[in-house]
C-alpha cells in the first residue's frame, strides 16, 4: 500500500468517534443507513466513481446489523465513519458547494474501500451465495 493510500483523511478520526457511539444503537444505526440510502440516491451523479462501493457499503452495514454477515469491528466502524461523514453536510467542505462539495466525501470512501479492499471482496463473494428468497427455480416457476 502506498503512503497515500495508509494516510487517514482529514476528518475521519472524528467520523469514527461517532461510529463507535453508533454501533450499541440498532435504531440509530438503521436510522443512518435511512439517511445515506436517501442522500446517495440525490448525489448519486456526484458519486458515481464510487457509487457500487457506496451501496456495497449499506448492504454489508445492513447484513452485519441484522447478524447475517459478519465484519471485523474496525471495518464495520470504518464503514459506518464514512457513512457519518457522508450524511453530514457540513464537514470540510459543505455538500451545497457546486463542483467541490462532494470531494471530502469521495476522498473519505475512498480511503475505506482502499483499506478494506479484501473484505469488500469478501462480502460481495458471501452476497453472491446467498439464497435469492423473491427468485424462483425454474422448477418452482413450472408448478404455477
Known sequence: MSESKDKEPKGFKKAYKQAEKLTEDRNALQSLLDKATDKAGDY???LKEVWTEVQI???MLMAWKDGKHKLEL???LSIIAAIIYFVNPFDIIPDFIPALGM???ITIITYVITRFEKEI???SEWEA???KPN???AEEADDL
Do not use: A, H, P, S
Request: no cysteine.
Open 121 to 123: 471482496e469478501r462480502f
Open 103 to 105: 470531494v471530502d466525501d
Open 74 to 76: 474496525k471495518t464495520g
Open 44 to 46: 448519486k451523479g456526484r
Open 129 to 131: 451465495n446467498q439464497e
Open 135 to 137: 427468485e424462483l427455480t
Open 57 to 59: 457499503f449499506f448492504r
